[in-house]
């Protein structure tokens, strides 16, 4: 679902997700390079990931808002049905609603409402928790986003996004940096302080989704060596390591098949285009 335009420097795309506890763990996530405010309206959804050699096996809050996320995840439904409406924002858009700096929200999905005054978001999930439809959902949500009157301003780290996202993430730090006329180490607090990771993680998560998007769209059958090549990986064996780290496997492995969601998810937004479409 696309968010009304007053509201499309913080917010890329809605979306609507169901599942069952019957039907299994989904597909593993990959990182989506957006921040996600999510609200659940339908049980509870239960996350797994491993960071750092360290498993986390919990119930996602409730309402809650996530930054970046640098491994791939899988949710399963704790009940029989599990509901999420969820808005997925700009880098940046995070650290901007609720004013506290970008990295503490990294890997990290912290409880909504203990982020806003709550005189302001109280009244927002008890209309949120009576709403019956995906469209009243989202004309709650939507005003809550417009009530916190987050201007449209320039900013470093939204021009640098902008100039990856025009490169499909097939750019390095230095060009980055000679087109901004800012030095690496500028850069690096704007993106700890907004994004939340350094630059360089991002454009390694982009261009990981962006070979996946290109997998997906094709109607032809791609080689995935040429693909890693056209996206800047040194050899096969760099793209190797890149697919290990988020899925802990080899890619010989992982069919595409199996990435389901994943495939639904860029077919019928496709949202990586949603990402990287700055209005």
Not at 99 to 114: I, R, S, V
Not at 240 to 261: C, E, Q, W
């Amino acid at each position: 679902m696309e968010p009304p335009p007053d509201l499309k420097h913080l917010i890329s795309f809605f979306y609507c997700m169901e599942h069952r506890s019957e039907d299994g763990p989904l597909q593993e996530l990959l990182p989506s390079a957006t921040e996600v405010n999510g609200w659940q309206y339908a049980g509870r959804w239960r996350l797994h990931l491993t960071l750092k050699g360290k498993s986390t096996n919990g119930l996602l809050p409730e309402f809650y808002l996530v930054g970046q996320q640098t491994v791939s995840y899988k949710l399963t439904a704790e009940e029989e049905l599990a509901g999420i409406f969820g808005a997925g924002l700009h880098p940046g858009s995070a650290a901007r609603m609720t004013g506290k700096p970008a990295h503490l929200f990294t890997n990290n999905p912290m409880e909504t409402p203990d982020l806003f005054e709550p005189r302001v978001i109280r009244p927002v999930i008890e209309a949120f928790k009576q709403a019956r439809s995906p469209e009243e959902r989202k004309d709650i949500v939507v005003s809550f986003y417009r009530s916190l009157e987050i201007p449209d301003r320039y900013a470093v780290h939204r021009e640098a996004l902008e100039i990856i996202y025009r490169h499909k993430a097939c750019i390095t730090l230095k060009e980055i940096c000679e087109q901004l006329r800012v030095n690496e180490r500028y850069l690096q607090r704007e993106f700890r302080q907004y994004v939340g990771i350094p630059p360089s993680e991002y454009l390694r998560i982009l261009r990981f989704n962006n070979i996946f998007a290109e997998l997906s769209l094709s109607e032809e059958k791609q080689n995935i060596a040429s693909l890693a090549s056209l996206f800047h990986y040194y050899d096969i064996s760099h793209f190797n390591k890149t697919h290990k780290k988020y899925f802990g496997i080899a890619p010989s492995r992982l069919m595409l098949d199996r990435l389901v969601l994943l495939e639904e998810l860029i077919r019928n937004g496709p949202y990586l285009v949603k990402v990287q479409q700055r209005v």
